[in-house]
């Protein structure tokens, strides 16, 4: 008997690395049990948790490889990231007091604001830089 791998998907297959190269929208959450969730919802199952933000964003992008490397193996269909259309740039984000505190400190000592100083953090952790 033999097994053949099939793409499931019926647009024209791109290469591994068209795929890993795709940037995802990452959710992050704090985990009740403490550190962070990580999620990339567009990638069904695709999540990770850190202790930290830091690491959770390390451990996502390692989940992320890892889902797309499996799913291009085995011919499933990788999904396209979410339109940039479906954002509007602004977001309403919940932390633990004592986080937004540390935050808004921070940002006073570099003397910038917290949405700055937020902006900075989420721009230094993806690779990009804000526009």
Excluded at 46 to 66: D, F, P, Y
């Amino acid at each position: 008997m033999t097994v053949t791998k099939t793409n499931k998907s019926t647009s024209q297959r791109q290469s591994l690395d068209y795929y890993l190269k795709l940037t995802y929208p990452i959710t992050f959450y704090p985990d009740p049990d403490g550190g962070y969730v990580a999620e990339i919802k567009d990638l069904n199952g695709c999540l990770s948790q850190g202790e930290t933000i830091e690491e959770a964003v390390t451990n996502i992008k390692e989940a992320r490889e890892l889902w797309i490397e499996t799913a291009y193996e085995y011919g499933d269909e990788i999904p396209l990231p979410s339109s940039e259309s479906e954002y509007s740039g602004k977001l309403m984000l919940r932390m633990p007091k004592g986080l937004h505190q540390r935050l808004a400190t921070r940002a006073k000592s570099e003397g910038v604001s917290l949405n700055q100083y937020l902006l900075f953090l989420l721009s230094s952790a993806t690779g990009k830089s804000a526009h």
